[in-house]
């Protein structure tokens, strides 16, 4: 899985290089990131929240004294003041009353770009008995967000620093998403704790791993539009479709072939067809069309299923009847009187063929008592 993971971040750091980051277009890339706030009553998040803005205008200068003297400004007032989330990646308009005596905000300050809050390792997966499993580290609601030991950027940041703490304690920060709490975490790299990698998790980093929005926040409601969508700056805006039926219905007739209903197929429960269109004067005396169709074929279309199926019926029938001219004509049969089979014809003797010249042979006759030589 973190090889899959690995891929899309990488597929995904290569668009936004190619293409200006949607954070330089609507915001500004740095801003007074909140170290501490000592006013309770502020709903300001240390370390997540950044000041990117005040009283409408966008903070693109690091000087603090600047920020100081607009804060003074609205001494007995409120200031609005524009605040960027790292959880979520979301803007919002905080305004904050500035006592009279003491026009401070009572928070401490540091110009610092937002692209700090990318640097954010996701937890995966803790392996049982490694030192990620015994420093309490839990998968997939865990985020290290960042360590005292140092500044830590990039992918290979983190895995730098384990390697200089091996053997040593190493205190990390991190936040839990489904409780929304952040806590101080000490564990000791090792390799020799009978797995896989020094730490016994496995990370996910980039932008399929950044700090999600607070389980806290009302979730959207039916038919509520979660994402915006993105419009160009020459882009018309349209009205939704429904106000586009309610106003102008016409912009939608009805088709042509709905409008003509012989065209239509009819319902086989209706035995009898549509009336034919009317006929006029000259039509009839014209006569039949060329080639010799029937008028039936023509009117084809206007014919219900019973009448396909009684035509077919009709066929099937005058099929079975007609008479089968290939094959031969039956023998007469015998005549009323005859009670059995005819006699057979006696055989006549052969009559053997005489050549010329030659007489006939005198046949044997009987000889009797008398021709008898003694």
């Not at 009117?299 to 099937?316: I, L, P």
């Not at 031969?328 to 009323?336: H, T």
Request: with cysteine; net charge negative; proline share 13%.
């Amino acid at each position: 899985m973190s090889t899959m993971f690995g891929a899309l971040n990488r597929f995904i750091s290569r668009l936004d290089s190619e293409s200006p980051s949607q954070t330089s277009r609507n915001a500004s890339p740095y801003g007074f990131q909140v170290l501490r706030n000592k006013n309770l009553e502020i709903p300001i998040e240390p370390w997540y929240d950044f000041i990117i803005g005040i009283n409408g205008r966008q903070i693109d200068n690091s000087d603090s004294n600047l920020f100081a003297a607009e804060v003074r400004n609205c001494a007995g007032s409120s200031v609005s003041v524009v605040l960027w989330n790292a959880k979520g990646q979301r803007s919002r308009t905080l305004a904050v009353p500035v006592p009279t005596p003491s026009p401070t905000l009572g928070i401490t300050l540091q110009w610092t770009p937002l692209s700090v809050t990318e640097d954010v390792w996701h937890v995966l997966d803790v392996i049982p008995n490694s030192p990620a499993d015994i420093a309490g580290l839990l998968p997939y609601g865990d985020y290290i967000v960042a360590t005292p030991e140092g500044n830590v950027h990039g992918e290979s940041g983190l895995g730098e620093l384990v390697e200089d703490y091996l053997n040593r304690s190493l205190r990390l920060y991190v936040y839990n998403h489904e409780y929304a709490v952040t806590r101080l975490v000490t564990l000791t790299p090792s390799r020799n704790w009978g797995g896989s990698g020094a730490l016994g998790c496995v990370l996910g980093f980039g932008a399929l791993h950044r700090l999600p929005v607070p389980m806290t926040e009302p979730i959207a409601g039916p038919g509520e539009t979660l994402f915006e969508t993105a419009r160009f700056s020459n882009e018309e805006r349209r009205p939704p479709s429904a106000q586009l039926h309610s106003q102008s219905p016409s912009l939608y007739p009805p088709s042509s072939s709905a409008m003509q209903s012989s065209d239509l197929l009819v319902p086989a429960s209706i035995t009898s067809p549509p009336p034919p269109p009317p006929q006029s004067a000259n039509s009839s005396a014209a006569g039949p069309p060329r080639g010799g169709k029937k008028p039936r074929a023509m009117a084809a279309s206007k014919m219900t299923f019973d009448d396909y199926f009684r035509e077919g019926e009709q066929k099937s029938k005058e099929e079975d009847l007609a008479p089968n001219t290939k094959s031969a004509a039956p023998p007469p049969p015998p005549p009323r009187n005859a009670t059995g089979p005819p006699p057979p014809k006696s055989p006549e003797p052969p009559v053997e063929s005489l050549n010329e010249g030659e007489e006939p042979k005198e046949t044997d006759k009987e000889l009797g008592p008398e021709s008898v030589e003694g």
